[in-house]
């Protein structure tokens, strides 16, 4: 045990201070010490500091022992639970050359092709891992064509896991479990996605796609938080292409309406709608209703009807 600290005591003094090959610009001493501590270079001549704000590349933590090292120490990417096998499994290059960049030979690629096909099938060798392998590779999909960041990705596809272990999925149709989940969590992280959007970008249609999300709420007891107009405000004014004032302006009316109580029952899409063509023509960035109302993917009627209403309750003059 005493050899082992006395060890240990060494690696980090070789870790704190190290001898590097880096001429002194002062005295032109080769002798110099790169202390990593405080990320210098430093003539061990004339105490010259040669280089400084040096960046450390070793790893983050820290280990005082050998178990405690060999437990942290890790490899290769993070795991992630948007891959069927948490991006834990290998994969064979398709390059069809060796370690030295030599091209391999007829009989060597029909080799390594046979491996990689196997390699391949004992991957996604059981239903439940061919089910996720075309689950993800949909949830990627749908993911880049709503803009969804990974950390929705991230709990769509656990939320989708646990459906598999619920057996939700069987005899359902896996686009629409996906497309559910990936609803449930951008609800659950705060990110507007209305469910006409989902529905526009799937292959499922609407009214199957609130069956599979319903269920997933009944069945996994997750917990929804209730949709805000607020959250929908940012992004539709992003697409308008309104400056953050006029943002700014329908987000306080519809906090105003909620103060007033005029929000219960109402969709919070159309809400949102409304305040930004109210805001719109306040500030002097009017835009028509359609345009407002496609963005917003509701109806025209929709945006006038909750338009008229917040007017009328909240007072608002304003000059069309």
Known sequence: MCWNLGCLQISLERKKTEIVSSACPDCGSKATIQDFNRGDIICSECGAVIEDSIIDDGPEWRAFNSAERNKRARVGSPTTYTVHDKGLS????????????????????????????????????????????????????????????????????????????????????????????????ARQRRVPRTLDEIAKNSRVSKKELGRCYRLMIHELSLKIPLANSTDYIVRFAADLKLTGTTARKAIDLVNDAKQNGLTAGKDPTGLAAA????????????????????????????????????????EISINL
Do not use: C, F
Request: glycine share 4%.
């Open 90 to 185: 290998t994969q064979i290059d398709w390059a069809d050359r060796d370690a030295h960049g030599n091209k391999l030979s007829g009989a060597q690629r029909q080799k390594m092709h046979r491996l990689r096909k196997w390699h391949t099938r004992s991957r996604v060798h059981s239903p439940v891992d061919r089910n996720l392998a075309h689950a993800m590779s949909e949830l990627d999909r749908l993911s880049s064509q709503l803009g969804l960041p990974r950390s929705v990705k991230e709990t769509s596809s656990v939320i989708y896991r646990q459906a598999i272990m619920k057996k939700l999925i069987r005899g359902r149709s896996i686009e629409a479990m996906v497309a559910a989940s990936a609803y449930a969590a």
């Open 275 to 314: 305040a930004i063509y109210i805001s719109g023509i306040i500030e002097g960035e009017r835009r028509t209703q359609r345009e407002i109302a496609e963005t917003a993917t509701v109806t025209e009627v929709t945006v006038r009807n909750r338009y008229k209403e917040l007017v009328r309750k909240l």
